[in-house]
């Protein structure tokens, strides 16, 4: 099942404002899929696109995680970001299980932040195979929209040490595209996938964020939040966006629990 809504009151992207911005590339008038998850990088390269001069559709997942937050969050960023449209599609990766964020498994809390990034210790928030069925989704919808990029929030430093979020993860991925659609083999369209954080730290990417307007009081990425929706402030998520904020010496602007100092 596919549910589709629109963002943005006209319809339409804003576009990026004359005074300040960078030149628009070529690129300026082409459509973009940007996955969007609702929390602090998925936003942030939503931002990153439109900033580039594309139009953005974003592309949501509810695939059984344990809230539905973070699907607000991204239901709200798109519109804040003025995406041209906005689709969540339902994919039930409860059946599947396997991880803390889909099965009724604790999620890790106050991990050193220093050993989250460890392959060799693939944690259990751990989605199996998430990111190639997401951007499989991703092509099919590029494909149907006419679009030849994609952006993902994926970041090889201050990560969880998830196998998909590697740059050889990423060249793989595009190999794929260059095979797996209609457009590139009869030499229409080369699908690029755009991975604008892979190289960045938290901080840093924060720091693009702010400068690009991001209001991140919107996004969510917490991957065990209360009822009321507060983050915890001990997984895995939550500690290093707050070490982000810290370096960048401003307030995380998102919901915590009371007893979160930051
Ligand atoms: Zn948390």
């Given at each position: ?232 402030g ?25 007893a979160v100092p930051r």
């Amino acid at each position: 099942m596919v549910k589709t809504s629109r963002s943005g009151k006209s319809g339409k992207p804003q576009r990026p404002r004359s005074a300040g911005s960078p030149p628009v590339r070529p690129e300026a008038a082409s459509k973009a899929v940007v996955l969007l998850s609702g929390g602090l990088d998925s936003t942030t390269v939503l931002a990153m696109a439109r900033e580039q001069g594309f139009i953005p559709y974003a592309l949501s997942f509810r695939y059984g995680q344990r809230h539905h937050i973070e699907l607000a969050a991204a239901e709200a960023v798109a519109q804040q970001l003025g995406a041209a449209g906005h689709i969540v599609i339902d994919i039930d990766l409860r059946i599947l299980g396997g991880s803390a964020l889909t099965a009724d498994l604790p999620v890790p809390k106050d991990r050193d932040p220093a050993a989250m990034n460890k392959t060799d210790a693939i944690p259990i928030t751990y989605v199996p195979a998430r990111n190639t069925i997401f951007l499989s989704y991703a092509l099919a919808y590029a494909e149907v929209l006419g679009a030849a990029d994609i952006f993902l929030g994926i970041n090889a430093l201050d990560y969880s040490g998830y196998p998909d979020c590697r740059p050889e993860y990423l060249r793989a991925f595009q190999r794929l595209a260059d095979l797996a659609t209609r457009a590139g083999v009869q030499g229409q369209t080369r699908m690029r996938v755009h991975a604008p954080l892979l190289h960045l730290t938290k901080a840093q990417i924060i720091a693009r964020g702010v400068a690009l307007g991001v209001d991140y009081g919107l996004t969510r990425s917490c991957y065990d939040p209360g009822s009321d929706g507060a983050a915890c402030g001990r997984c895995d998520s939550c500690q290093l966006r707050l070490l982000g904020f810290a370096q960048n010496g401003r307030p995380d602007p998102a919901p915590y629990a009371a007893a979160v100092p930051r």
